[in-house]
């Protein structure tokens, strides 16, 4: 006999103890992967998120049917941010214009193949990224003086994750899995630091090099900018390659209800590097380029650790609940960004940035009406970045996460699948310092989608 009100319990309970405050969701990561997995609030734990649910747990292959299916998708991510300068009261805006080209698009691809107790798989999947778009115009492209640079501010970051994924499956109640991936990660960036912020930066002990001499001879700096983007879809100013991986185990509890855990490893990549310009900004002087080569040192994407229940309620009904930790803390305390000119001089800055460890809750459900497959859930997670160090070129502010899908299955063998996924407005201010200047307020929401068609065969 199922015992519905134990599980009603279970799945509500950590979202009813959860504090009051200031929430985000994934930082730098996708609030799930592939259609299912976001249009269910993330979840993916304990449950056959399609080829997708590689990325969240391996083990999952293994609850799959029998044969080979072939999933083709993107997502896409829509973000609208308003910056304030509190002081000025002057606005920058997000846009859609500039060489980042927003909404910005990550496809997705994957392949596994069940044949007996034996699962494998495979694909390319967007990780996580983030991207901004303010143009020229302004406060965010003027010096400290309030002129305007007619210089960029944007950014893009993209990572890519291509798991080589097995798992295996004991007895109708345990599977386990592992998967070592390829990582790929690309980032334009644009910014501009007004000389208030640089002169802050200096006071904090977080720029050196020989080009600061330089900047210190100029009659009267403004302010310097940064700027390495390829005007490209997917490839960027800087990159590099590396490795993750993780494990993961299902366990059956009953003919209704599964519960499932997963870890996965911090990355391994190697610094990101490419050409970059650095643009020195006087009042007298004008704007000096510089050019050169960049490192992103050491920029990594945090391990986690999770666990979630399925539960199905009758043949059509089901209810999952995710619980996951990521470690920010261990990888993202600094912007740590090594510039090196071609004459042969150097820059270096660390933008203080000190992510916080992160405790997110997903809930979901579906339910099958003949060939359609409805979806919805919610996401809520604890905030990644301190207000003081909020950094609006590269902000990580999305916060609670409302989401539905639908599934249509044409024929037996092949199926569409849509998501949506609203991370509802949040509202933050940086009380002003070097990674602001000003006292600064962010408002940010963001409407993403996913799309993808199943092939099973």
Known sequence: MRNHKLVAALLGGPILTLSPGTW??????LEGYGAISRAMGGTAMAQDAGVAGIMSNPATLSIAPQGSRFTVGADVITARIVNEDLVTGERSRTSDSGKNRGPYVAPQLGYSLTRGAWSLGTGAFALGGLGTEYGRQGFLSEGSSGAATGLDNSSRLLVVDIPFALSYRFN?????????????????????????????????????????????????????????????????????????????????????????????????????????????????????????????????????????????????WSLSLDISRVLWRDVVKDLDVRFSSNEGDDLNLEIPQNYKNQTIVGVGTAYRLGDWVLRGGYRHGTQVVPDRDLFVTLPVTPTRILSAGVSYQPSPRSRVDFAYSHNLEIDRTNPGNSNTGNPVRTRESQNNFVFSYTLSF
Do not use: C
Not at 207 to 219: F, I, K, R
Not at 253 to 273: I, K, Q, W
């Open 24 to 29: 985000a969701t994934e930082g730098l990561r």
């Open 172 to 316: 109708d109640r345990l599977t386990v899995g592992a998967s070592i991936d390829a990582v790929w990660s690309g980032l334009n960036l644009n910014m501009l630091l007004g000389a208030n912020q640089v002169g802050g930066l200096i006071a904090d002990g977080r720029v050196e090099g020989s080009l600061l001499g330089t900047l210190s001879t100029l009659p009267a700096l403004d302010g310097a900018h940064l700027g390495l983007t390829r005007d490209h879809p997917v490839s960027s100013g800087a990159d590099a390659w590396g490795l993750g991986g993780r494990v993961g185990m299902t366990w059956a509890l009953t003919e209704d209800t599964r519960v499932g855990a997963a870890y996965n490893f911090a990355t391994r990549l190697n610094d990101l590097s490419g050409d970059a310009t650095l643009t020195a900004v006087d009042q007298v002087a004008g704007q000096i380029p510089i050019s050169g080569r960049v490192r992103i040192v050491d920029f990594q994407m945090p391990a986690s650790f999770g666990a979630g229940v399925t539960h199905k309620v009758d043949e059509n």
